[in-house]
């Protein structure tokens, strides 16, 4: 099993390295070299291509390989895309306390935009709270997170969190699935498809991060499938 893992991790990685190779230039002559130089010291990050990326946390690494796959085919039962998506959902498990079984079952029933809206979501993790922002790696706020991560599904999801909550959206809590919104006011949640499992964008210059969310507030809030907006012009 640790074997699996480790190969899918390593997976994981090359598709990221590949993601953020920079452009070929053309050759330049070298310069001369001077044996009696002392070499400089270089900053090890700068020699490695996409460093500041894959230093994030690994979750949020791991769902930007699994999207790789999934936003380039239709086939979520892909082999290579289901062992990179298993990565993220079992180490959500893990730091949630939640069955990764169950989880992983409950992502499988998912439509294939919800999971790529739950993946763009977690693919966040880490990204600092910015009121009005939806900057992808930089600053979201909580409806720019649901925005970007619908919008990368490839759905004309509204920016504001009351829209996201509209009417002509939503659905019975027992309904939602892994990538649905939930929203209580003028915040709004990605549920994570089981428990009351969510990840959002918190308050106050806080970070992207998951959470449990409290069965108090689960019941007052409103559960909506945004992929009902193909359905209704908002």
């Keep these: 099993m640790h074997g699996k ?4 991790r390593g997976t994981a990685a090359a598709l990221v390295a590949l993601l953020t190779l920079p452009a070929v230039s053309m050759p330049v002559a070298a310069a001369p070299v001077r044996h009696d130089a002392v070499p400089a010291r270089v900053d ?4 490695m291509p996409g460093y500041s990326f894959r230093s994030r ?3 949020a690494v791991d769902a930007v390989a699994a999207l790789a796959i999934a936003m380039r085919q239709d086939n ?5 895309y289901l062992g990179l998506r298993r990565l993220v959902s079992d180490e959500i498990a893990s730091r949630m306390s939640l069955d990764p079984v169950k989880l992983h079952r409950a992502w499988s029933r998912a439509p294939r935009d919800h999971q790529i809206a739950g993946l763009a979501a977690i693919s966040q ?5 910015v009121e009005g922002k939806e900057d992808p790696y ?3 706020d909580c409806s720019g997170l649901q925005w970007y991560a619908w ?3 490839g759905l004309d999801m509204p920016r504001q969190a009351v829209s996201q ?7 019975e809590r027992e309904d939602a699935v892994f990538g649905d919104v939930v929203g209580e006011g003028t915040h709004v949640h990605t549920y994570l498809g089981v428990s009351l499992a969510m990840i959002h964008a918190p308050f106050n210059g806080k970070r992207v991060k998951l959470k449990m969310m409290s069965e108090a507030q689960a019941s007052r809030s409103i559960w909506a499938d945004p992929s009902l907006i193909a359905l209704y012009r908002l």
């Design 138 to 140: 930089v600053f979201m």
């Design 125 to 129: 993790i880490g990204v600092r709270y």
């Design 151 to 153: 919008r990368a599904a």
């Design 165 to 171: 909550q509209d009417r002509h959206m939503r659905i």
């Design 44 to 47: 090890p990050r700068y020699q």
């Design 5 to 8: 893992r480790h190969l899918r």
């Design 57 to 59: 946390d690994r979750l």
């Design 76 to 80: 979520v039962d892909d082999p290579m």
